[in-house]
C-alpha cells in the first residue's frame, strides 16, 4: 500500500501499522504523529492500522525562542 509520510510516498505492506509507517521514515523521538490530520497517541503507534492514501504528518517539537 501507498501512504505519504510529511510529503514523501512510502511504499508498506498492507497490514502495516503506524508504528511501521515511523521506522520506515527513520522518525527519532521526540515526535508527534498524525494520520489524516488526526492526532495518534504514541500508546496507539503500534494499533493504529494504516489504509491505502493514507497522510501521515511527523511533527518534532523546535527548541529556541
Known amino acids: 500500500m501507498q501512504v505519504l509520510l510529511n510529503q ?3 511504499e508498506l505492506l498492507p497490514s502495516a501499522s503506524l ?3 515511523l521506522a520506515a521514515f527513520g522518525a527519532h523521538p ?3 504523529a498524525a494520520v489524516n490530520g ?3 497517541a504514541q500508546a496507539d503507534y503500534f494499533q493504529h ?3 491505502d492514501g493514507d497522510c501521515i504528518d511527523v511533527v518534532q517539537p523546535v527548541m529556541g525562542g
Open 8 to 10: 514523501r510516498s512510502f
Open 19 to 21: 508504528a511501521d509507517a
Open 30 to 32: 521526540p515526535f508527534a
Open 38 to 40: 488526526v492526532f495518534v
Open 49 to 51: 492500522l494504516l489504509k
